[in-house]
């Protein structure tokens, strides 16, 4: 079986005001800010910091162009890894439930597939519960599925295709 994870797309983390934790990513360690937005269906206000390359993907042709032709750290695709700064909408989403029973932390991992229907066709045949049956709507265009984490060793695993920048 071929690998499935073709790389660390990114890392989810919760927190109780989204302003703030990307003060603290910026002030810290540096990093940009290169999405902001909102996702009703998965109740969260969400943030994405490119690690690695704060011009990758989502910040532009030219840096996307620059990272497709191999300069820079950027991963395949031209795409930088993350970190996804999730706020919730309200208590009752993932996100707000994972707060108020755990508090402030790691929330998911983000694997990238290159086809993420047969990626989603062949672990689901391994047992592991999907969440998503089909795709979803992710942040920066993405396509995006979530695995159960008692299925995985307590860890949230997300599936993310992206898209490659033409
Ligand atoms: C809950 N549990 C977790 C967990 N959230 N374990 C590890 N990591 C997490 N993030 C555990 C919890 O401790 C319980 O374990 C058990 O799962 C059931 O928890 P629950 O609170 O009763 O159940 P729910 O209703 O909170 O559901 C949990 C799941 C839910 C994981 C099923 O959060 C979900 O469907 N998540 C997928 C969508 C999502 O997370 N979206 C936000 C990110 P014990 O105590 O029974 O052992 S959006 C995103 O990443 C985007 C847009 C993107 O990347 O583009
Ligand atoms: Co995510």
């Not at 002030?27 to 109740?43: D, K, M, Y």
């Not at 709507?137 to 993310?160: K, N, R």
């Amino acid at each position: 079986m071929l690998p499935l994870l073709t790389r660390i797309d990114h890392v989810g983390i919760a927190c109780r005001d989204l302003d703030r934790a990307i003060g603290l990513y910026q002030a810290t360690f540096g990093l940009e800010v290169v999405s902001l937005e909102v996702n009703e269906e998965q109740g969260v206000r969400e943030a994405m910091l490119a690690v690695g390359d704060p011009g990758g993907a989502g910040a532009g042709a030219g840096a996307a162009a620059a990272g497709a032709a191999g300069a820079g750290p950027a991963g395949p695709g031209g795409r930088p890894g993350y970190v996804q700064l999730l706020e919730p909408l309200a208590p009752d989403t993932p996100v707000g439930k994972f707060l108020a029973r755990r508090g402030e932390g790691i929330h998911h991992v983000g694997y990238g597939v290159a086809d993420i229907s047969e990626a989603l066709a062949a672990i689901g045949g391994t047992g592991v519960r999907l969440l998503d049956e089909r795709p979803r709507h992710g942040s920066m265009g993405a396509s995006i599925a979530f695995l159960h984490p008692a299925d995985l060793g307590g860890v949230l695993t997300e599936l993310v295709q992206f898209v490659t920048p033409a």
